[in-house]
């Protein structure tokens, strides 16, 4: 069955230091691929997608996520964490099967000051 | 522009009783589902609908029965509420498979 999971449940960084979130997808078929961020008590909102364009692609509030086939990852990053940045992020993936989406277990990011 | 609108916020329940979570969309998306979050499982498709007039179920559906009422319209229903469905609902909707899927602010559910 298709999955995808990220490693790491919660991630703790500093402030001013890289975010790295991991994501990986278990499918030989390249998928479309979503990271979507939620803050507490709110639903997700997009922070960018892969849809089979530029392998790197940039999303909102400064985060990149790097498209790899050979690693079938999808990593996210931020090069330098904000205490806004804190929040649960989702790696998600789709095999255009009526939109359905199919999302990781979500990795809960903390930053220290 | 509300987006995905959800209705209620916060319910609770006892054993055996029946609810119907709403949703409505103003975006004149084709496409809409209904996610469960449960604490270190992400979101897991309950049902979902690619067009008016037509659901299928996801991952978990059971329990669960949906109606896609119109285009904008998507209700889903426990008829015989259990703990096992405490849980936090999310109903989204996208005009396609490689478009943003948006999503609402979710219902809270606690199933005494």
């Known amino acids: 069955a298709q999955s995808v999971t990220q490693l790491g449940s919660h991630v703790s960084v500093s402030e001013g230091a890289l975010v790295l979130l991991r994501c990986n997808y278990s499918?030989?078929?390249?998928?479309?691929l979503f990271w979507y961020v939620q803050y507490p008590n709110q639903g997700l909102q997009l922070l960018l997608k892969?849809?089979?364009?530029?392998?790197l692609v940039k999303g909102i509030n400064g985060f990149e996520a790097e498209f790899k086939k050979s690693e079938t990852s999808f990593h996210l990053t931020k090069p330098s964490a904000h205490m806004s940045d804190a929040a649960e992020y989702f790696c998600?993936?789709?095999?255009?099967?009526?939109?359905?989406?199919?999302f990781g277990q979500g990795t809960e990011l903390s930053v220290k000051p | 522009n509300a987006g995905v609108t959800q209705t209620p916020k916060f319910q609770v329940l006892k054993t055996g009783q029946s609810m119907t979570l709403q949703c409505a969309q103003d975006?004149?998306?084709?496409?809409m589902y209904w996610y469960r979050q449960d604490p270190g499982m992400g979101l897991r498709l309950i049902y979902y609908?690619?067009?008016?007039?037509?659901?299928d179920k996801g991952e978990v559906p059971n329990g669960y029965n949906v109606s896609r009422l119109n285009k904008r319209e998507f209700s889903l229903r426990l008829e015989s509420a259990a703990p096992s469905q405490t849980s936090v609902y999310f109903c989204?909707?996208?005009?396609?498979?490689?478009?943003?899927?948006?999503f609402g602010p979710g219902t809270r559910l606690l199933v005494l």
């Open positions: 989204a909707s996208t005009q396609g498979a490689v478009e943003t899927q948006y």
């Open positions: 499918s030989s078929v390249p998928p479309y």
């Open positions: 892969y849809t089979s364009a530029a392998t």
């Open positions: 998600a993936v789709s095999y255009n099967q009526g939109g359905k989406l199919i």
């Open positions: 975006m004149n998306h084709n496409s």
């Open positions: 609908s690619a067009s008016e007039g037509t659901t």
